[in-house]
């Protein structure tokens, strides 16, 4: 008996089947302990899934290459959905018309900020030429900050990484930090976490208000190509002057 | 839903092409969107199939990062070895990004409705 579970096992593990059903299964676990907590930030729903998954991997054997051949059919629609901001950001083209040079100075200083202070500090602290290089994009969503770490010599899966962990970091923390600083307004609440915590962030954004949600929305587009376009020229730049 | 799905996926298609073929250090995806961005601007309104699937997308869209996440795994040794810098450097920066985007902000919407 036992050996013909090990059986099922070996066929399973090896088809794309199993990685794309525990992806999904392992999310909606996170998410429906997510919504029973009231959307507490402390319990992101992408830091639980990440740790359950590692975990049954890990107990399992398996390998992230086998997990992952399964699971790209999921981490492919980040593409289709960048694509899909474009919606969003139409839907607050009349703010967008309106407030642009707010919007784009906002945007610089921010995406400026969470690049620098990224790099500088890790180097501060010692870290390795391909993890500065791979912290620079941290802050842009998966796809452009994986190209763009691709770009300029950092490690786009270590990238992947690190933006992920700056979505749940920003998810988690930016409601502390905002009302710290006396901040109401939820299209500023929002902008904010779109610029800092992308996807992940705007995702939070939206579970708090319609409002924040098109704001982080807004600011996520508009800083991965800020950042697609700053990263690399800042590199190059640098490179000419050293 | 099919046909909302292919406009994304052929603006996608044409941002990698143009992003290869121009060489620019833009990621294709991007392209797609600021082309996309550009086709309704011009158009002047947003089909409401379209707008339907963008949302049933982005309404999952922190599921789209587990796969990614899951990563965690093979840089384990590396980011063990660079532990502290890497960690203070997400959480501190992310921090300061946050307050410097927002202060900068509502400092400019001041007097503003």
Redesign the interface.
Known sequence: MSARFEDIWVYLSATPLLGLTVTLLAYQAAYWVYSRAGFHPLLNPVAISVAMLATLLTLTGTPYQTYFSGAQFIHFLLGPATVALALPLYAQFARLKAEWRQLLLALVAGSLTASVSAVVIAWALGAKKATLLSLAPKSVTTPIAMGIAEKIGGLPSLTAVLVVSTGIVGAVIAKYVLDALAIADHAVRGFAVGVAAHGIGTARAFQVSEEAGAFAGLAMGLNGAATALMVPLALWLLERGS | MLPA?TI??V??TV?EIAALWLGL??????I???M??AT??ARGS?PSQ??D???G???H???????????????ID??RG?A???V???????????????????W??KG?P
């Open positions: 799905v994304l996926l603006y996608q941002g250090p833009i990621p294709g995806p991007v797609g969107m600021v996309l961005f309704l601007v947003a379209l707008r699937t963008a949302n997308l982005l309404t869209l922190s599921l789209l990062f587990v796969p990614a996440g899951v990563g965690l795994m093979i840089h590396r980011i660079e502290l810098p890497i203070i450097s997400l959480v501190a920066s992310t921090a300061v990004t946050i307050a410097v985007t927002a202060l900068v902000f509502a400019l919407r503003r």
